[in-house]
């Protein structure tokens, strides 16, 4: 049982930066593709971005190309997304989820562990 745990989130200006964490119980972390949902209120959640188990790939959602980016430190067993040129569009809780897949996984329902979600609030 892999356990996730989110940090990182908060309240933020629009044009600000957050950076968010997730940290993974597993020792085999280095195994899994991980990726960023996020769910707004009275929304679905949707794709963020996912990484692949080595780090050298990743894929976004267009909502946020160019502004979030995606990274993963296998010797810590972290997974972060850095996001920039924050809107309040993107006020959500943020999950981070891992796929006992080495590839990138874009569908959720592929996920097979989910954290417990970080707020983050961007205001106008």
């Known amino acids: 049982q892999v356990q996730l745990v989110e940090s990182g989130g908060g309240l933020v200006q629009a044009g600000g930066s957050l950076r968010l964490s997730c940290a993974a119980s597993?020792?085999?972390?280095?195994?899994?593709?991980m990726g960023w949902f996020r769910q707004a209120p009275v929304k679905e959640r949707e794709f963020v971005g996912a990484?692949?188990?080595?780090?050298?790939?990743?894929r976004y959602a267009d909502s946020v190309k160019g502004r979030f980016t995606i990274s993963r430190d296998n010797a810590k067993n972290t997974v972060y997304l850095q996001m920039n040129s924050l809107k309040p569009e993107d006020t959500a809780v943020y999950y981070c989820?891992?796929?006992?897949?080495?590839?990138?996984?874009?569908?959720?329902?592929?996920?097979?562990?989910w954290g417990q979600g970080a707020q983050v609030t961007v205001s106008s």
């Open positions: 989820a891992a796929a006992r897949e080495y590839r990138i996984v874009v569908d959720a329902t592929e996920y097979d562990y």
């Open positions: 597993e020792r085999t972390f280095s195994t899994y593709g």
């Open positions: 990484i692949n188990w080595s780090g050298d790939s990743t």
